[in-house]
Every structure is written in C-alpha cells, then in structure tokens.
C-alpha cells in the first residue's frame, strides 16, 4: 500500500498523539491534510529522496519546527523561504542549495548543512543560530574559523581546503 487512506491517517493521530516523525508519506486527501496541518509543530519531517518534492512543496511545512531534507534534487534556494519559522533545519545532499537560500534560516536554533554547495558567504547567514554543524562543505576556506569565531556551539567536520580532516568544534 503506497497510500494511507483517510481513516488510518485519522487514526495515527487520534490513537498515537506522540508520533514524532513522518517519513515519506502522501496526503492524499483534504482529511489527511487536516490532520497534518493541526499536528506539524510537534513532528519532525524527514524527506527523503523525493524527487516529485520541489521548492513549492515545502509551503505545506511552513508551520514545522523541525524538518530533515536529504537527496532532494529539485529542492533549491526558493524553498527555504517556507521553512523561515522553522526551529531545527538539517540539509543533507541538497545540491540546489546555495549561500543565498541560507538567508531564509537565519531565525533557526540548530541548523545541520551536510555536503551543500555553501561558501563562507552563506555561513554568514546563520552565525546567530545557537548550534551549527557543517560536514563536507567542500567549498568553505579556512577562513571560515574566523567567520564562526563568535558562535555558541559550532562542529565542523571535513569541509573545505583545510587540514584533512578537521574536526573543529567551538562549545563557549
């Protein structure tokens, strides 16, 4: 079965009321989308290898507080202005994300950024955010020590043209 029909997604929520994730799935009516839209704040998004997800698909998680994108090729910079309000943003392998989609995240307490295509520009973005993980951000400088100088709590791990591997992590 590809698709939950309404009266199992109904049920999910009414007799499950602590799920905390939904991965891969399909609203398929204006009854599952009901129910989606009341519980999202209390769920993580986890999308993964979706390749029908484009950027306009992210509007219906504008509400999340926290959402995983992994292997999503038709998600790009335009999509992150829906997830603005969003607490915790991790982006694994989301190549159509840029420095300027980080823009969007800025208002984010944990962000996670895993093999994007993000210079020490877009870092920029999101120093404010109270915790930043980068891994394999292949294009960062080893400028980018001194951009995240000021952060909370910063984990860096194999990015850019530093020594190989760094592993810098920054807890003040």
Same mark, same amino acid.
């Not at 993580?44 to 504008?62: E, N, Y």
């Given at each position: 079965?590809?698709?939950?029909?309404?009266?199992?997604?109904?049920?999910?929520?009414?007799?499950?009321?602590?799920?905390?994730?939904?991965?891969?799935?399909?609203?398929?009516?204006?009854?599952?989308?009901?129910?989606?839209?009341?519980? +999202?704040?209390?769920?993580? +998004?986890?999308?993964?290898?979706?390749?029908?997800?484009?950027?306009?698909?992210?509007?219906?998680?504008?509400?999340?507080?926290?959402?995983?994108?992994?292997?999503?090729?038709?998600?790009?910079?335009?999509?992150?202005?829906?997830?603005?309000?969003?607490?915790?943003?991790?982006?694994?392998?989301?190549?159509?994300?840029?420095?300027?989609?980080?823009?969007?995240?800025?208002?984010?307490?944990?962000?996670?950024?895993?093999?994007?295509?993000?210079?020490?520009?877009?870092?920029?973005?999101?120093?404010?955010?109270?915790?930043?993980?980068?891994?394999?951000?292949?294009?960062?400088?080893?400028? +980018?020590?001194?951009?995240?100088?000021?952060?909370?709590?910063?984990?860096?791990?194999?990015?850019?043209?530093?020594?190989?591997?760094?592993?810098?992590?920054?807890?003040?």
């Amino acid at each position: 079965m590809d698709y939950l029909n309404d009266d199992i997604f109904v049920e999910i929520f009414k007799y499950i009321p602590n799920i905390k994730k939904l991965i891969n799935f399909s609203l398929t009516s204006k009854t599952n989308l009901d129910y989606f839209k009341r519980n +999202i704040k209390r769920l993580t +998004i986890i999308i993964d290898k979706c390749d029908r997800f484009t950027d306009i698909s992210l509007k219906m998680f504008k509400n999340c507080n926290k959402i995983k994108i992994h292997n999503c090729k038709n998600i790009t910079d335009a999509a992150l202005k829906y997830l603005s309000q969003a607490k915790y943003v991790k982006l694994l392998t989301c190549f159509g994300i840029t420095d300027n989609g980080l823009k969007y995240l800025s208002n984010c307490k944990k962000i996670e950024l895993n093999m994007c295509r993000i210079t020490n520009d877009g870092i920029k973005y999101i120093i404010n955010c109270q915790i930043i993980r980068l891994v394999f951000l292949t294009q960062l400088t080893p400028d +980018i020590l001194d951009i995240l100088n000021d952060c909370k709590n910063i984990e860096l791990y194999f990015c850019g043209h530093m020594l190989n591997p760094i592993n810098y992590k920054n807890k003040k």
